[in-house]
């Protein structure tokens, strides 16, 4: 079965022969992974992957990271990694997996809130999902050596968009590449509920999560694949309709949703919101003049399942239920 008879015929050439080696017996035996994330105060998602192939259990290395649509590297603290305000993070050591390759290129992140990974680059097998039986071979990640982390949880950031500056592949488009996944795409559905208790969120690796989101899908075709980026004309604030040029994306690594000055005066205005009694999970970004910009962040994504479809380079969205 070849994907294009499953998705239609206009599948990006980059991607097109990928799985034409790959027949129906094939796509049987394979299912969608599970993968729960821990809702943390309603400000960022955690969730568990293991890198590296050791000779025990006892020396298999488990990080917790971001799952991040804003971003496409994979990056965790490598074992010289200097990080005095957090003593107990846990660092990858090289020597410790039969598989890991040291690359010659060097890693250099920054993100929106200032935070910065600084080191090197290498490759190994990652493996994700509830139980690590979703295992990507040969992955080339980021080994932190210098780290600004304001969060002694987070122990990396796992990149889920398509590919970084350097043109390396997420985690997700090389499981893809490598035939690993049942399906080109993977859904996210994240709940506010019982913060930092229970699991209360889940991504589901190459398939669609029927239990917590609704089985009609808008999908919207990608703009950029920088990042989960569309195009959006209008919010509507009640009921009344704002038109607008914008491009957003969906960003699981932002815990708020930022928008134009102008949205945003509006939203508050409509809302009542009173100085000292209402905190609005709200932020702003300046116009350039052409088109807003906007990010799309947790609060949103609480709202609606984000269905990410890799080999037609567009996301969809679901009411969670």
């Not at 796992?158 to 997420?170: A, Q």
């Not at 209008?234 to 102008?262: M, P, W």
Request: charged share 20%; aromatic share 12%; net charge neutral.
């Amino acid at each position: 079965m070849k994907i294009l008879l499953k998705y239609g015929r206009n599948v990006p050439k980059k991607y097109a022969g990928l799985w034409n080696e790959r027949n129906a017996t094939n796509i049987r035996l394979l299912k969608a992974v599970p993968q729960h994330v821990t809702n943390r105060y309603d400000t960022e998602y955690l969730c568990a992957i293991t890198i590296g192939t050791s000779e025990s259990q006892k020396n298999s290395q488990t990080f917790t990271v971001i799952p991040d649509t804003g971003s496409s590297t994979l990056w965790i603290p490598e074992k010289t990694a200097k990080i005095p305000n957090c003593p107990n993070i846990r660092k990858f050591d090289p020597s410790l997996s039969k598989t890991f390759v040291k690359k010659n290129y060097k890693l250099k992140e920054l993100y929106g809130d200032g935070s910065t990974a600084e080191g090197y680059y290498g490759s190994d097998t990652i493996s994700i999902g509830d139980s690590r039986e979703l295992k990507i071979s040969n992955q080339q990640f980021g080994l932190a050596t210098s780290i600004s982390l304001n969060n002694c949880e987070l122990e990396g950031i796992f990149g889920l968009g398509f590919s970084n500056s350097l043109g390396i592949d997420s985690p997700l488009i090389t499981a893809w590449k490598q035939n690993s996944l049942s399906q080109p795409i993977f859904t996210i559905w994240l709940s506010s509920e019982n913060y930092y208790k229970d699991p209360n969120g889940l991504i589901t690796y190459g398939g669609f999560d029927s239990e917590h989101c609704d089985s009609t899908i808008t999908y919207h075709k990608l703009s950029s694949t920088l990042y989960w980026q569309f195009r959006i004309e209008g919010a509507r604030i009640n009921n009344k309709f704002y038109r607008f040029n914008a491009e957003a994306i969906s960003d699981t690594g932002t815990s708020f949703l930022y928008v134009s000055q102008s949205l945003a005066d509006e939203l508050v205005a409509n809302f009542g919101v009173i100085d000292k009694y209402c905190l609005l999970a709200l932020g702003t970004l300046v116009d350039n003049g052409y088109a807003q910009f906007f990010i799309l962040g947790d609060p949103f994504i609480r709202q609606f399942c984000q269905v990410h479809d890799m080999a037609n380079e567009r996301i969809g969205f679901a009411r969670s239920l």
